[in-house]
């Protein structure tokens, strides 16, 4: 990520564009949310929770070039979920409003207001031992790191076999270390 | 032609488990004309389900029944049910090994008497000294076709962009780094390919270039006519007469039907959670503690390696995972020199994961922007995983839980592992000298990452030249039960620094000889 992988990222762009249509006819009234990711969420638990949930995802994975719909991407599973699971609607709401009660403890206003991400970590350093954080948590490591759509921006080049592994595809190749 | 026996046979030796020892076994056996049952709880697996995916094929391979961590560590918070990383499936956990195919050295037979009593450990000498181990070393390098071997006559693998990386950093602080011996073809040999360079050896090799029971020694040992293997067979207890000797296995297989296999002799290769598990399970009025279990021994001094990993963030790309998993080694510190502060050695292990699996392991359960900026990194980083030899400590241990059962109805394993002293001062030299290696290297950062599941587990049913010391005598058989054998990791007095699957595949070709000869003379 600390390339410039340009072309890569635009394939990627291209590729999620054309999967937001097809979930879009998937997902019903959630889909269109898909394109407008600060709504992603918005059905389930309303705007404002589906932008702090947007907010503290980027927090608690930050990297900076990753456009946000990588984020609501994996939220997105979460809020139709949560339509049809109560305990899950419950635990996001909830989630969320525990967030914004510790934000407004430390900082007097909702997480979502907090400008300092170093202000926000400690708001949710005070959460991450909950059930919500660890969900949020777990499902964003799989959804960033596990995500083939963005390997290649990470420098991961996933599966190999199909094009015959590295064996003649530069796994010697190291032009900077000496004696290489 | 499949061949099948009857369950009341009681001419057939059965064999539980059909990874590097049970398979290993089976097929050796099997060359002398001795037929054998082999039960495996895990399914059969076909080449094409190996994918080239780390969350996949852990789902689809990984031994994921229930068992509880226990003990003074982080592993039981960051993995409260996973203690080890093993394999349910035909092959067992040779489906996932890296292929680090290394002998055990000469001292780390004796290091009961090398290094006298150590407080707190229950260390003893194997009752085999490498001298009586080494022909069986070399046909186990040849079968397995193991690479810079005379044995193999294979050839290294040629030094990846990883190795380099480290071999440079290695040179710059006077410590060597050199190819590793993999069971990984260089050539095509003994009906496999060679090598591709996939980057997934833990997965299991989607090419076969790979040694593996599943890919090797399984078929090998079926085509003879004389193995049967029956996948998806979890054997419950083993049975036994009056007079004390094994008389079979009861097993349940896919459709939750039990059956009973009558047996000559048990060989139990199930690793070494599994096979204690097992003789404990199968405690009767005449063996109240279990089976083979005078000694007190069964699923003590469980052993596992320091295990620690280490991943430096160099200034440029490395692109770790276009390599083989472990393409080479620093031995530097391998060898036993107490004046560094600990007794035994360890092997700086070259190795990579990808990044599904870094983000997991790098700081189980970590957020935050310093995590997200290393994982950014992940195409600069270059690591090691460290295989230093753990002392074996008595209360290191798989016990039985008192009242939690799994879907068979057997009491799940506790799994409880701390760290002896030698362990923790070992820990830190290593990591120590790994850093130095990797800021050599031209690391900006070095994240040390804890001891995660345990792929190398030993001990637990250890050889010993006394009864009381141990479960079973210098050939894997059982001091009380002479037609009861182990024939996996667990028979293993001491650790070492290397890898355990060499050591497993000679032991058992030893065994096979042992067990040929002993039927021969009506001995079992």
């Known amino acids: ?180 | 032609m499949k061949t099948a026996f009857d369950l009341n046979d009681d001419s057939l030796v059965v064999i539980v488990g059909s990874g590097a020892g049970g398979g290993t076994l089976s097929h050796e056996l099997a060359k002398k004309g001795i037929r054998c049952v082999v039960l495996e709880a895990g399914k059969r697996f076909e080449r094409k389900d190996i994918e080239n995916d780390e969350w996949k094929m852990f789902s689809k391979i990984t031994w994921l029944d229930k068992r509880i961590t226990a003990g003074p560590t982080a592993l039981t918070q960051t993995s409260p049910n996973l203690p080890t990383w093993l394999v349910k499936g035909v092959g067992g956990a040779t489906i996932h090994w890296a292929g680090v195919a290394l002998r055990f050295q000469e001292h780390e037979f004796k290091m009961r008497s090398l290094n006298g009593e150590i407080a707190g450990a229950n260390v003893l000498d194997w009752p085999i000294s490498y001298a009586d181990l080494a022909p069986y070393y070399e046909k186990a390098e040849a079968k397995l076709g193991v690479t810079g071997t005379k044995a193999s006559g294979q050839p290294y693998h040629e030094p990846s962009s990883h190795f380099k990386v480290i071999a440079e950093g290695s040179r710059r602080v006077g410590a060597h780094c050199r190819p590793a011996p993999l069971a990984i073809n260089t050539t095509p040999r003994d009906g496999r390919p060679a090598c591709q360079v996939t980057g997934f050896c833990m997965q299991g090799c989607r090419f076969g270039a790979k040694w593996s029971t599943m890919e090797s020694s399984i078929p090998k040992a079926e085509a003879t006519g004389n193995i049967e293997v029956r996948p998806d067979s979890m054997v419950l207890r083993i049975e036994h007469d009056d007079s004390g000797k094994v008389t079979g296995v009861l097993y349940v297989d896919k459709d939750g039907n039990q059956h009973f296999q009558k047996a000559r002799l048990v060989a139990v290769a199930a690793n070494s959670i599994e096979s204690p598990r097992l003789l404990l399970n199968s405690a009767s009025s005449l063996f109240p503690q279990g089976l083979a279990n005078s000694s007190g021994q069964v699923g003590k001094n469980y052993m596992t390696h320091t295990g620690t990993g280490i991943y430096g963030e160099m200034p440029d790309t490395v692109s770790m995972y276009k390599s083989p998993v472990v393409p080479g080694l620093v031995s530097t510190w391998a060898d036993n020199d107490p004046s560094r502060g600990h007794v035994g050695g360890y092997e700086l292990e070259i190795l990579h994961i990808g990044l599904p699996f870094m983000s997991a392991f790098l700081k189980p359960g970590g957020w935050g922007r310093e995590l997200a900026n290393s994982l950014a990194n992940y195409d600069n980083m270059a690591g090691f995983w460290i295989c230093g030899e753990d002392m074996a400590v008595e209360s290191n241990s798989v016990t039985l839980h008192p009242t939690e059962k799994d879907q068979y109805g057997l009491p799940i394993p506790v799994v409880y592992k701390g760290n002896h002293a030698n362990d923790t001062a070992m820990i830190k030299h290593s990591n120590e000298q790994a850093t130095a290696i990797l800021e050599a290297a031209g690391a900006t950062k070095v994240n040390v990452m804890d001891r995660y599941p345990a792929s190398h587990n030993m001990g637990t049913n250890r050889m010993s030249a006394r009864p009381q010391d141990g479960v079973v005598n210098k050939w894997g058989q059982t001091h009380d039960i002479n037609n009861l054998f182990i024939s996996d990791g667990s028979q293993f007095t001491s650790s070492a620094a290397e890898n355990p699957t060499l050591t497993i595949v000679a032991l058992a070709i030893r065994q096979a000889e042992y067990i040929a000869d002993q039927m021969q003379q009506q001995m079992i």
Do not use: C
């Open chain 1, 1 to 180: 990520m600390n390339k410039n992988k340009a072309t890569d990222t635009n394939l990627s762009r291209r590729r999620f564009l054309a999967r937001s249509t097809v979930a879009a006819v998937g997902a019903g009234a959630l889909g269109s949310a898909l394109l407008s990711p600060a709504a992603w969420a918005a059905k389930a638990i309303g705007d404002q929770a589906s932008a702090t949930l947007l907010r503290m995802a980027r927090d608690i994975y930050p990297h900076d070039t990753l456009e946000d719909k990588y984020y609501a991407q994996v939220m997105t599973p979460l809020a139709e979920q949560a339509e049809k699971d109560d305990d899950l609607k419950a635990l996001l709401k909830d989630g969320v409003a525990a967030l914004d009660a510790q934000a407004n403890r430390l900082f007097g206003k909702a997480y979502l207001e907090v400008t300092a991400e170093a202000d926000r970590v400690t708001v949710l350093k005070a959460l991450e031992d909950t059930p919500f954080f660890q969900k949020i948590r777990g499902d964003l490591m799989m959804g960033i790191y596990n995500n083939e759509e963005l390997w290649p921006r990470f420098g991961y080049g996933g599966s190999s076999w199909e094009k015959g592994g590295y064996r003649y595809r530069g796994y010697e190749k190291n032009d900077w270390i000496k004696g290489a």
